[in-house]
């Protein structure tokens, strides 16, 4: 609190401030609210002349106490930014609660031989009320007059209230420095977001949590054939999307009842993937929510990925007809000869029919899943529905496929409720899915190892289980367990050659039953299936 720099001042001897005993509290405040270091603010320089003003006194400070100097944040009728805190009569005014006021400092033992009562700015009068946040003092509104004078307590409360008011920017400032650090990470992390998205070959889009577009790419716009007039920071999905419906390129219908149906969709679910199918493309688009709210969708041009799955599947579907019939007749000609039929065969030639029948019935077997499968795809396989009672299917299954257990050492073990259990299916199939399901768990258990069936009700669905002792699947399979042609790696799989189809077919098999097959991740050891199938309604039993 000088005019003049403290190496100006004559040595004189006065009484120094003593430190408070929660200085280490005190100073961790100061920085927390970023009060440390020289520097005046216009805001606390208009209080302080405000202040001088109320108060008619030439001088008025904020000042704030650090470890080593007195700051000042703001100063009415000085020059200077600060004092050391030796010199300071704040370091004193911040030891009590209530404001300290000094009518005359030439009769106060304290400054009598202060260096700025002897010399400019010849204090006479002080009165410093201290800014106190969280309990702690971090310094002082002041009033400094070179004249004696009164200070009376309506004048104290009315200085009080003031500090109070310094005290609330303070905290208002804090709050507006870190509002503006977030502005400026939003501001860093959108061009860090911005580039990447920019970098990216598939269309990006981003939206807020009021479903407003915040973030695209030009890949977003050139799949979707968006016109730079069309598109615009700000829009709501729904005026999007609604662009993309009336090009009916969102199925046939009203635009404003898909719009509204795909806007429900969005606030009722974390993620969903579509294919948009355009003029001459096809777009797989694919919804993900992210924190606050916020959605992003990702589109990729997929016309080449599916022009080139249908003809592969157009490969597969013609090369199994042609094959069918002639490996028909040569399955069945073998069969004849590995029987006898067709005479004594010599020993070598005996086995050579034997491996070659075995051979054509495995080839056989893939034929016929291919089939399977591309009528599953087509929504050609037919089904004849009936009711029937499923422990009697599997019953009857069990039976079958205990002679193919029997080879790999393993039992089959079935668990049936006293009541029957009623459901509408086609037998066949039905019964084909569970075949696959018992073979599995059969070949893939160890030898004196049990398969485990059971049948049960859960509410309006049938349960039917399968459980084995086998090594389990890894987790890393478990999401591609229903794909075409999927097979685990490892020296288990290895023994057990398959096509990788069955229980692709037989998934989409229960689907179609409006049912389903899942594994269940809390069982083990081993593998557990469940098939899941609508039990009759009461007119069906």
């Known amino acids: 609190m000088a005019s003049a720099p403290p190496e100006s001042l004559p040595e004189i001897d006065w009484p120094r401030p003593p430190i408070p005993a929660n200085e280490a509290h005190r100073l961790r405040a100061i920085e927390r609210y970023k009060l440390g270091g020289i520097g005046r603010e216009p805001a606390f320089d208009r209080v302080t002349r405000l202040a001088a003003e109320l108060f008619d006194v030439p001088m008025s400070l904020v000042s704030i106490i650090g470890s080593d100097m007195q700051c000042f944040r703001g100063a009415c009728g000085m020059d200077a930014t600060g004092t050391p805190r030796d010199e300071a009569f704040c370091a004193f005014a911040i030891l009590s609660d209530e404001v300290m006021v000094v009518p005359d400092t030439h009769l106060d033992p304290r400054f009598i031989r202060h260096p700025f009562v002897l010399n400019d700015p010849f204090v006479r009068f002080y009165a410093g009320a201290p800014l106190r946040i969280g309990g702690l003092a971090l310094g002082t509104l002041c009033l400094v007059d070179s004249k004696p004078r009164s200070f009376g307590a309506a004048e104290q409360r009315r200085l009080a209230a003031l500090a109070e008011t310094v005290v609330d920017m303070i905290e208002l400032r804090v709050d507006r420095f870190a509002a503006e650090a977030h502005r400026q990470r939003t501001v860093e992390e959108r061009e860090l977001l911005t580039l990447t998205v920019e970098n990216v070959s598939e269309g990006v889009a981003l939206f807020d949590g009021d479903l407003r577009l915040t973030l695209w790419n030009e890949a977003f716009c050139e799949l979707f054939a968006y016109t730079p007039d069309e598109i615009r920071e700000g829009m709501g999905a729904d005026e999007l999307m609604r662009l993309t419906a009336r090009r009916g390129e969102l199925g046939p219908g009203d635009p404003d009842l898909i719009v509204a149906a795909f806007v429900a969709s969005i606030k009722a679910s974390t993620g969903r993937d579509i294919e948009v199918q355009r003029a001459r493309r096809v777009l797989d688009v694919r919804r993900r929510t992210i924190s606050g709210g916020r959605f992003i969708l990702t ?170 002792d086998g090594p389990g699947i890894s987790p890393e399979f478990r999401k591609r367990l229903f794909d075409r042609f999927a097979q685990e790696d490892g020296a288990h799989q290895n023994k057990h050659a398959g096509t990788g189809l069955g229980l692709a077919i037989s998934q989409g098999i229960a689907q179609a039953h409006g049912g389903g097959i899942t594994l269940d991740d809390a069982a083990g050891p081993g593998a557990t299936f469940h098939l899941t199938l609508p039990l009759a309604g009461p007119g069906e039993h």
């Open 299 to 468: 589109v990729r041009d997929v016309t080449h990925d599916r022009q080139i799955a249908r003809l592969k599947d157009e490969l597969v579907s013609t090369v199994s007809h042609e094959l069918r019939t002639p490996l028909t007749a040569i399955s069945g000609a073998l069969g004849l000869m590995a029987s006898g039929a067709a005479g004594a065969l010599p020993e070598r030639a005996g086995r050579l029919v034997t491996v070659g029948y075995r051979n054509a019935e495995r080839l056989a077997t893939l034929v016929n899943d291919l089939l399977d499968m591309d009528k599953l795809q087509s929504g050609k396989l037919s089904f004849n529905f009936a009711s029937g009672d499923l422990g009697a299917l599997l019953a009857e299954a069990v039976e079958q496929n205990q002679p193919y257990a029997e080879r790999f050492g393993v039992t089959l073990d079935l668990v049936l409720p006293d009541a029957p259990v009623a459901a509408h299916f086609d037998h066949l199939r039905v019964m084909q899915v569970v075949t696959n399901l018992l073979s599995n768990a059969a070949k893939f258990s160890p030898e004196g190892g049990q398969v485990r069936i059971s049948l049960g009700v859960d509410g309006d669905t049938a349960r039917i289980s399968v459980a084995d």
